[in-house]
């Protein structure tokens, strides 16, 4: 897969223990900026990927809305997943 889609980092941003739903800020490459939403009921699965407008898409290189990383959203939380990102940031 294309390289602008590593994740470089992950920081967590916003949780509701209450209903399980965790928000991550993650960077990608080119420096590109999204905002991750993922759910721990029962186990941890990202529920929507939106694309923060500091730089233009890594992707279409669009300085507006664009669904890249909607349609790359498996691939995302793949790398999040299988590199165990989400407990690095929540201990």
Request: glycine share 6%.
């Amino acid at each position: 897969m294309n390289s602008k889609l590593q994740i470089r980092g992950i920081a967590a941003s916003d949780k509701n223990l209450k209903t399980g739903l965790y928000q991550f800020i993650i960077t990608l490459g080119e420096g590109a900026k999204g905002r991750a939403f993922f759910t721990n009921k029962p186990e941890w699965k990202m529920t929507a990927v939106t694309r923060l407008l500091n730089v233009p898409c890594p992707i279409c290189h669009k300085d507006y809305y664009c669904n890249c990383l909607e349609k790359n959203a498996e691939y995302i939380e793949r790398q999040i997943i299988d590199g165990d990102l989400i407990s690095s940031v929540l201990d």
